[in-house]
């Protein structure tokens, strides 16, 4: 049995004086998609936070490919191949679409100097990826529709060329138009052999798309397991704790 | 339904809540003061019991340096007085300044306005219309005290950084009109005549009162409603004005009691001299000194900005005329004080010993 | 026409206390610092050239270049020691520790250098030229040359190369900049070692305009200050008229009032602006 790509052993954070992620633990295979269900205040955020460098965990370990990533800063985590679509997008406002992604794209042709791994994602793919965004390229961050931002951050995602690609709130706020097609390039992704976590607040759409789910609450998992093999009423029960 | 703190901030490790506890005036300094580090609150009885002790030990203290102050006629001479005069005064400014940056969070480099205003009121009161020293003293305190309402109104709309400049600068237009006017003498200034027949045992004992008084007020002030708020406003701003402080208001009230305070220690500062010069008076430099004294001593403490005044006054007269000396020194001490204890020597003590004069002062929240 | 004279000159020096203040707005655009030692670098630029790399026989021009990549090296330094490790705690900190830097930088230049004034002596500095009917300085004409060139270079370094891109993400949100694999503390010390190659350019127009002395840092400061708040807070064109803005103030109120109140009218005039409008000339949408 390979080594999971990503594992996640007693995570334990804090937000504040609170103790938002405790003893968290889970595993995700390459290629493979978990969902993180939950509430708001669940942990989530941090959790994926925490993963990401961003947030400073008190104890626990994060091992991924199997080189532990305690105390690694956020930006050396992007190299080693993880990257975060955040919550709330959190598109650059002063910079155009078309300068966001090469933001991402700039560092890593930095990163990978000398490397002599093809990209798999460009600038051009990410457009025909998401061809909203090549009609929006030169308007400012800040003057596109939530639906294109979601588009943008996840371009500017894949343009750091991950293995692992996480993404807080796939579709929150958003139209079923948005979120359809917000799905089927995360399908096209994922058929490029990419390993997805995930927060989809549509528990449903969450359990159909992932190949296992964890629940949490108030910090700690309450679920987990094949997402096929969970029925609606336990994960809700493990929703709301 | 969230369970997030109001005023927390992701990945910053402050989260304290807004306001401490009233009357917090227990314990040795090393619970209370740092709610963010123990999960438990502290041992009730015990810590009561070593409480009070230590409150009359604090009590003590202050008891014994106020005698000692007072007696000074018995024990010291003229060298020791003036020291302790210059001492005051400096303390003074520190204390305000402190006031200011260490519990309202305002940070502001032009306090010198009101030292320079606060010298003219005096120098033109003595001088142009034959008040006493004594009433004139008085007179400063208000004048500058309602100068700072349209000058905080004003400079209140800058934050941070450009706050502490534009107070700077608003200073700076006073200097230039003032050593522009012949009223006021020009460049040369003006000399208080009255001063020199003052005697320099009154000028000691009304620097002592002013000190003590200072001191005392700050700590009456934290202890009060109105300094809980001023603490909440520097912590966190926005969750303040949200719980209902009147964020504003409370800033320009401590705004305007600072810039009383620095004009009486500048009518001493002047009557002792006793002359007063528009570059001097407005220059920077007060403003760097008092900077300074608050960060070596200790931003946030009631005691920090006496020790700083002290740290000063001392490299002062060992580095004897060199003022470009002095300043370099305490420059690099500041900017090394912040870097490796941003708390000062207060800090310091209150840490490694959990030795607090004051313990009410709370503390900037440390990362 | 002597109103027009006074305004064109105000124009050109405008151009100089422009240059003056894109240090400033550079830091506190990237880093929310205000870098309260910006005025001493440029001072202590200008003494660099005209005490240590002009007595040594160099061309003026050669000397004049090397001040910049000299600055930009303290720049970087003084970030990478000294100004990083207060960041992240507060407004307080850095305020602290870049007035101490300024401090210690002006009296030493007071030790080092003592309170003499000093200037580039060069036939720049007494031409005069005869444009329309009226006389400008010459030297004021390069000032603002120089100083729209590198205010157009900058430019051009944010709006078209990577590092400009990765410099205003980093401005936007550190830690988004974070999630695209940048690392704000090396922007961070680039910003700052741009900034002081700017004063380093600022600091030998200076040298060449006017007299200065370790006090001057004082003042640049303060010009600095006043070009970025009346230009707007973010916005390095809006520095730059500010500095027009401030130096026509200037002189409009030298000519009107005297030669003693030049200063007071241009910092009157910042304070009016401050009042109607906080945001300055050309502010950006994201602060």
Redesign the interface.
Same mark, same amino acid.
């Given at each position: 049995m390979a080594e999971p790509l990503l594992r996640v052993d007693g995570l334990t954070a804090r937000y504040g004086q609170l103790q938002a992620v405790r003893g968290v633990s889970f595993e995700v295979d390459a290629g493979a998609a978990l969902a993180v269900i939950g509430e708001n205040g669940a942990g989530k955020t941090t959790l994926f936070h925490s993963i990401c460098g961003l947030h400073g965990a008190a104890s626990g370990a994060v091992v991924f490919d199997g080189e532990p990533l305690r105390g690694v800063p956020a930006h050396a985590i992007v190299r080693r191949g993880i990257a975060l679509v955040p919550e709330g997008r959190r598109i650059f406002p002063s910079l155009s679409v078309d300068e966001n992604l090469r933001v991402a794209e700039d560092q890593h042709a930095r990163d990978r100097r000398g490397s002599a791994r093809p990209r798999r994602w460009t600038r051009d793919r990410v457009y025909e990826l998401f061809p909203d965004l090549r009609a929006a390229a030169r308007r400012g961050g800040h003057q596109i529709s939530g639906g294109q931002q979601q588009m943008l951050a996840i371009g500017r995602a894949l343009l750091s060329e991950p293995r692992l690609l996480v993404l807080d709130e796939v579709s929150l706020g958003l139209s079923p138009a948005v979120v359809k097609i917000l799905y089927q390039a995360l399908t096209a992704i994922r058929a490029e052999g990419m390993t997805l976590v995930f927060v989809e607040q549509d528990v449903r759409k969450s359990m159909a798309f992932s190949d296992h789910l964890v629940c949490l609450h108030k910090g700690t998992v309450r679920l987990a397991g094949r997402s096929q093999a969970q029925s609606l009423d336990e994960v809700r029960r493990a929703y709301f704790g | 339904m969230t369970a997030q703190h109001p005023g927390a901030d992701p990945g910053d490790g402050r989260g304290g809540k807004p306001g401490g506890a009233p009357g917090a005036g227990l314990g040795l300094g090393l619970g209370e003061d740092a709610p963010e580090r123990t999960d438990e609150p502290a041992g009730a009885l015990a810590g009561e019991r070593r409480g009070r002790s230590a409150a009359r030990l604090r009590a003590a203290i202050v008891a014994v340096a106020v005698a000692l102050l007072v007696a000074c006629p018995v024990w010291g001479g003229s060298g020791v007085r003036a020291t302790l005069v210059l001492f005051s005064y400096y303390a003074a400014l520190a204390v305000m300044w402190n006031r200011l940056a260490g519990y309202a969070g305002l940070v502001t480099f032009g306090q010198q306005l009101f030292i320079g205003v606060g010298g003219y009121t005096l120098a033109i009161a003595c001088e142009r219309f034959g008040v006493g020293v004594w009433p004139a003293f008085a007179l400063t305190a208000v004048v500058c005290g309602v100068l700072a309402v349209p000058v905080g109104a004003l400079t209140f709309r800058l934050k941070g950084g450009y706050f502490a400049v534009g107070s700077w600068l608003v200073s700076e237009v006073f200097r230039l009109l003032f050593g522009n006017s012949d009223y006021l003498g020009n460049a040369s200034g003006l000399f208080i005549r009255q001063a020199r027949s003052v005697d320099p045992w009154v000028v000691y004992y009304v620097a002592i009162a002013l000190l003590v008084g200072m001191v005392a007020l700050v700590v009456t002030a934290l202890r009060s409603r109105l300094g809980l708020a001023l603490m909440a406003i520097r912590d966190a701003e926005d969750a303040a004005a949200s719980l209902g402080v009147h964020v504003w208001r409370v800033k320009l009230i401590a705004f305007v009691v600072a810039g009383a305070g620095t004009a009486l220690a500048a009518a001493l500062l002047t009557v002792q001299t006793p002359f007063i010069q528009p570059d001097a008076a407005f220059s920077i430099q007060w403003s760097a000194a008092a900077s300074f004294m608050v960060v070596v001593g200790g931003l946030g403490t009631v005691e920090g900005p006496l020790l700083g005044a002290a740290v000063y006054v001392v490299l002062q007269q060992q580095l004897g005329g060199n003022g470009a000396v002095h300043l370099i020194v305490l420059g690099a001490v500041s900017v090394i004080m912040m870097l490796v204890e941003p708390r000062g020597i207060a800090g310091l003590f209150r840490d490694r010993l959990g030795w607090t004069l004051f313990p009410v002062a709370r503390r900037p929240p440390r990362r | 026409m002597q109103l027009f004279e006074t305004l064109f000159n105000g124009f050109l020096l405008g151009g100089l206390y422009g240059v003056i203040g894109l240090g400033l707005s550079i830091t506190?655009g990237t880093m929310? =610092?205000?870098q309260?030692a910006h005025g001493d670098l440029i001072v202590l630029a200008a003494y660099f050239l005209v005490t240590v790399l002009v007595p040594t026989g160099i061309p003026v021009l050669l000397a004049a270049a090397m001040v910049v990549p000299a600055l930009f090296a303290v720049g970087w330094g003084l970030q990478r020691f000294?100004i990083q $490790?207060?960041l *992240?705690? *507060?407004?307080? $900190?850095? /305020?602290? =520790?870049t007035? *101490?830097?300024?401090?210690?930088l002006? +009296?030493?230049l007071? &030790?080092q250098a003592t309170a003499d004034a000093r200037t580039l002596h060069s036939s720049l500095a007494s031409a005069g030229v005869h444009i329309g009917g009226i006389t400008v300085a010459a030297v004021r004409l390069v000032d603002f040359a120089v100083a729209l060139l590198c205010l157009g270079l900058l430019l051009l370094l944010l709006g078209r190369t @990577?590092l400009g891109? @990765?410099l205003?993400?980093t401005?936007? #949100?550190p #830690?988004? @900049?974070?999630?695209? *694999?940048? +690392?704000?503390r090396r922007m961070y010390a680039a910003a700052a070692a741009i900034a002081a190659a700017t004063g380093g350019v600022a600091g030998v127009l200076l040298a060449a305009t006017s007299t200065f002395y370790p006090a001057t840092g004082?003042e640049m400061? /303060?010009i600095a200050?006043?070009v970025v708040?009346v230009g707007g807070?973010g916005s390095l064109t809006g520095t730059f008229l500010g500095g027009i803005l401030l130096a026509m103030s200037q002189l409009l109120g030298a000519r009107l009032f005297g030669p003693?109140?030049a200063?007071?009218t241009g910092?009157?005039v =910042? &304070?009016v602006v401050?009042?109607f409008r $906080?945001e300055g000339l050309l502010p950006?949408? @994201?602060p």
């Open positions: - | - | 506190f929310r =610092v205000v309260l000294v $490790p207060s *992240g705690r *507060g407004v307080l $900190p850095p /305020l602290i =520790v007035f *101490g830097i300024s401090t210690v002006q +009296n030493v007071l &030790l @990577a891109r @990765a205003r993400a401005s936007d #949100d #830690d988004t @900049a974070r999630l695209m *694999g940048i +690392n704000p004082s400061l /303060l200050f006043e708040v807070l003693s109140y200063l007071v910092h009157l =910042v &304070l401050l009042v $906080p950006r949408t @994201a």
